[in-house]
T-cell receptor, first 115, second 111 residues
């Protein structure tokens, strides 16, 4: 099956710093990637849709200036959490779409802890 | 947008018994319904999915049924084993290939 790599798997940072998370599709080209956030004991909530070569589309309530998304190539999307605060601590997970009407493939997730 | 409701929130069964989890959705245009199993700190793992042109799909001990008229679909796990214990999420794909997830069901299989 298709492989989606996400890095880092875990990051601890101080409040006010920025954190970059990478999502790579290793064996296919993904024109569309999605970023989700999951708080403890809760479901996955879609944050934004990342389209290669264009601006990301953010879900209602997600601050685009705080969660910067870049999809510069067909195999890489990055999420940067800017000026992170403790309330941003969460499990962030990406998914990639190989082709329309195909399954979504998930990255391994990034556990962000902001002190 | 799509609204997905999932029940029950927790489910305890005895090893060997069956488990059933149900989800309802709101958008009749949705046509792809996957089920995911997630263990703590891990990525969601696709266990079975169904498209709207079929009513039922089975893969060994796991099956999914879909009622498009009533807008609900269910996950059935038979002969449950302790390793089936996890959180299960249903999802519905809406316009733009976006997945909307249910709230999740914690399944505990007691041995």
């Amino acid at each position: 099956g298709a492989v989606v790599s996400q890095h880092p798997s875990r990051v601890i940072c101080k409040s006010g710093t920025s954190v970059k998370i990478e999502c790579r599709s290793l064996d296919f080209q993904a024109t569309t990637m999605f970023w989700y956030r999951q708080f403890p004991k809760q479901s996955l909530m879609l944050m934004a849709t990342s389209n290669e070569g264009s601006k990301a589309t953010y879900e209602q309530g997600v601050e685009k200036d705080k969660f910067l998304i870049n999809h510069a190539s067909l195999t890489l999307s990055t999420l940067t959490v800017t000026s992170a605060h403790p309330e941003d601590s969460s499990f962030y997970i990406c998914s990639a779409l190989r082709n329309t009407n195909e399954k979504l493939f998930f990255g391994s997730g990034t556990q962000l802890s902001v002190l | 947008g799509e609204n997905v409701e999932q029940h029950p929130s927790t489910l305890s069964v005895q090893e060997g018994d069956s488990a059933v989890i149900k989800c309802t959705y709101s958008d009749s245009a949705s046509n792809y319904f996957p089920w995911y199993k997630q263990e703590l700190g891990k990525r969601p793992q696709l266990i079975i999915d169904i498209r709207s042109n079929v009513g039922e799909k089975k893969d060994q001990r796991i099956a999914v049924t879909l009622n498009k008229t009533a807008k609900h679909f269910s996950l059935h796990i038979t002969e449950t084993q302790p390793e089936d214990s996890a959180v299960y999420f249903c999802a519905v794909m809406e316009y733009g290939n976006k997945l909307v997830f249910g709230a999740g069901t914690i399944l505990r299989v007691k041995s």
